[in-house]
């Protein structure tokens, strides 16, 4: 909806597509190279800038840092699992309802966990790196349906 919206007045909408139907159309998901680990540190999110985190989350325990494989390793943090980040590149509303439920629904059929993570314009979900290309098919699949 934002690109026709921009293709048919030549202005760029902000709102995302929330008709879910429309989400599952045309998320197109795609694979990032790399792998990504999700540590957990303490202190303050600047302490830890230079290791370049993609996303932070402060909870109670501690800060959540998600970032590359290699960052982490460089600055020593301790992780448990290696994930692929696939992003679905349709330009999602935040108000949408039933896109990350019809994901997870879709990767749980196949064994495969999705740590989702929603950002303004995508969604973005870490699979586990074993599992990358299954995931990937498997979001393809839900495409087509």
Request: overall charge negative.
């Amino acid at each position: 909806m934002a690109a026709l919206y921009w293709a048919t007045t030549g202005l760029f909408s902000m709102a995302g597509i929330s008709d879910l139907h429309e989400l599952l159309k045309f998320m197109s998901p795609r694979l990032i190279d790399g792998e990504f680990v999700f540590c957990t540190v303490r202190g303050q999110v600047a302490d830890y800038l230079h290791l370049e985190p993609l996303a932070t989350f402060q909870e109670c325990e501690g800060i959540t840092l998600v970032l590359e494989k290699e960052n982490a390793i460089k600055g020593t943090l301790v992780f448990e699992s290696t994930f692929r980040l696939i992003t679905l590149t349709v330009h999602s509303s935040l108000d949408a309802v039933g896109l990350t439920a019809a994901v997870s629904t879709q990767l749980a059929a196949k064994g495969i966990s999705a740590n989702v993570i929603a950002a303004y314009y995508h969604d973005h979900i870490f699979v586990q790196s074993a599992k990358a290309e299954l995931a990937l098919s498997a979001l393809k699949e839900l495409c087509e349906q």
